[in-house]
């Protein structure tokens, strides 16, 4: 396990869940549908406090756990860059591959935890990749 997956076991061991939005309400971090198609999810600061956005288009669908995920893991890994617009792209490209990680860990256990269904459900039963999260 890398150190990305093993961040979001250690978080998950912490909540005493895997679900990432019983996470971030745990966390006090706020998370709102707004009506955009791309990209799926996104996480704006307001006052410096994270609040995660994802598309109205995949409120019923299982891929809102890997987008919520993976936006969970910006905050975690990458608190406090509020800028991320500014950054190069190789940076990004890096950011974006470090929070897949962290939602790979993150719904790998609850997957089938809670579903009783591998994370290849959420991943290919509902592909996000290429949809701009």
């Known amino acids: 396990m890398g150190k990305y997956e093993n961040e979001a076991v250690v978080l998950a061991r912490e909540y ?7 996470i971030c ?3 006090g971090i706020p998370i709102e549908y707004i009506n955009v198609d791309n990209p799926l999810g996104d996480t704006i ?3 410096s406090s994270p609040v995660i956005l994802l ?5 019923e669908e299982s891929k809102k756990y ?3 995920a993976h936006e969970l893991g910006h905050v975690v890994l990458h608190n406090g860059i509020q800028n991320y617009y500014l950054l ?4 990004k490209r890096k950011m974006e591959s470090e929070a897949d990680r962290f939602a790979n860990g993150l719904l ?7 579903f009783g269904v591998s994370y ?3 991943i290919n039963g509902d592909s996000y990749k290429g949809k701009g999260v």
């Not at 598309?55 to 409120?59: D, H, K, R, V």
């Open 88 to 91: 190069n792209r190789t940076t």
């Open 25 to 27: 309400k745990n966390m």
């Open 108 to 114: 790998e256990k609850f997957s089938i935890d809670e």
């Open 120 to 122: 290849d459900y959420f």
């Open 55 to 59: 598309s109205n288009t995949i409120e």
């Open 66 to 68: 890997v987008v919520c």
């Open 16 to 22: 005493n869940t895997s679900n990432p939005f019983c």
């Open 45 to 47: 600061y307001l006052d």
